[in-house]
Structures are given as structure tokens and as C-alpha cells.
Nanobody, 123 residues
Framework: EVQLVESGGGLVQAGGSLRLSCAIS????????IAWFRQAPGKEREGVSC????????SYAESVKGRFTISSDNDKNTVFLQMNSLKPEDTAVYYC????????????????WGQGTQVSVSA
């Protein structure tokens, strides 16, 4: 059974930084894409960034380009999201997700999800 556990969320002032981690267990396939999504109250879940475990390709939402960086430690089955220059509009629950056949930022493309970690950015 694939399990994903997010950590690293918290409360930070605007302009600050946080580093989210997603620990993954139970993977039985090598070629996977791992993504970060976020969902703010009353809004749809949106893709933030994704990374391919096989070749390291990455993709970012326009709203976070230049501020967020996704990385993967394949030996430890952990994916990170470094978030810098945080803004109040980045406030949301952040989820990681994994899939073997899809690389992108659409929620429907991912089969396995974590429970989420709250990120709150104060003005």
C-alpha cells in the first residue's frame, strides 16, 4: 500500500520560508511523478509543482515560479518543497501525491495522496 506523509507546515510571516517534506512508502514502481498541491478554504485544489523521479524533470505553477523549488531524495523516498518569499495567498493545506503514469499539475492525474499539512502566511 502506497502511503504519503507530509510534514513541515506551520505559521510564517510574509516573506518568510518553509520547507515541506513528503515521505513515501510502499512504492512498487520506479517511474513516478510526485507532485505538490494546495487547497485554500473555499477554493479548488491546485497544482503547485511536480517532479519526475526518473529524470528529475520539474514543473511549476506560474504563481510559484521563482519562489518554490521541488526536489527529490530517491534513496530516502522523500520529496521536498522549499518555499521562499511566502505570501498570504500561499496559505492553504498542502498535499503531496504520486502516480506512475502521469506527469503534470492536474489533480485527476494522481492516484495516491497524503493527508496534507497546513501552511499559514500572515501579512
Amino acid at each position: 500500500e502506497v502511503q504519503l506523509v507530509e510534514s513541515g507546515g506551520g505559521l510564517v510571516q510574509a516573506g518568510g520560508s518553509l520547507r515541506l517534506s513528503c515521505a513515501i512508502s510502499g512504492l512498487t514502481f520506479e517511474d513516478t511523478a510526485i507532485a505538490w498541491f494546495r487547497q485554500a478554504p473555499g477554493k479548488e485544489r491546485e497544482g503547485v509543482s511536480c517532479i519526475s523521479r526518473s529524470d528529475g524533470s520539474t514543473s511549476y505553477a506560474e504563481s510559484v515560479k521563482g519562489r518554490f523549488t521541488i526536489s527529490s531524495d530517491n534513496d530516502k523516498n522523500t520529496v521536498f518543497l522549499q518555499m521562499n518569499s511566502l505570501k498570504p495567498e500561499d496559505t492553504a493545506v498542502y498535499y503531496c501525491a504520486v502516480d506512475s503514469a502521469y506527469f503534470g499539475l492536474e489533480p485527476w492525474g494522481y492516484d495516491f495522496w497524503g493527508q496534507g499539512t497546513q501552511v499559514s502566511v500572515s501579512a
